[in-house]
């Protein structure tokens, strides 16, 4: 039930905050990648593995405030209690984190290659799960005329 909402707010905020609080979205992205290619620019290539594990860190580090966060209630009177979940919490760690940039050590903006690496396994887990969870279903649907309803609407594609 936590999880609509929080998804919910998290459109909200992405949409309404930069307005409320007189972000120029446009003038952060250009800091923002004048700072990527700064930063590209001035790493020496011998620092390259130091900058991956406090990047894993600074991923590591969103993922469980996130976490904690999500798991927070909000108690909104007769409505009842509601939440971010920890896909919304994780979410909206990551966004703030991402904004603020740099904490002492830890880089939030971080390198593509490495999310695009953490992104991979994270797909690889997402698909674990799905295939180990409803793998029985999938070959009780094929058994019998599962299998031929499959191949007409391939042969009809």
């Known amino acids: 039930m936590d999880y609509p909402f929080g998804v919910l707010i998290v459109i909200l ?3 309404f905050l930069p307005v409320i609080f007189k972000i120029n979205v446009k003038k952060e992205r250009e800091i923002f990648s004048r700072e990527i290619n700064e930063t590209r620019m001035s790493s020496p290539l011998n ?3 130091d900058t991956v594990r406090f990047d894993l860190t600074a ?5 469980f405030l996130g976490y904690t966060f999500g798991r927070l209630k909000f108690n909104l009177g007769p409505l009842g209690y509601v939440g971010f979940g920890s896909t919304g919490g994780v979410l909206l760690s990551s966004l703030i984190l991402g ?5 002492g050590i830890l ?13 991979e396994i994270s797909l690889a887990f997402f ?4 295939g180990l969870r409803y793998g029985f279903y999938a070959f009780t649907a094929l058994s019998g005329t599962g299998f031929i309803w499959l191949l007409l609407l391939w042969w009809l594609d």
């Open 107 to 119: 880089n939030f903006r971080m390198d593509n290659k490495i999310l695009g690496v953490i992104r």
């Open 127 to 130: 698909l674990a799960i799905i």
């Open 47 to 49: 620092r390259k593995q």
């Open 13 to 15: 905020a992405v949409n």
């Open 59 to 63: 991923f590591t580090v969103a993922c």
């Open 99 to 103: 904004h603020i940039g740099k904490i």
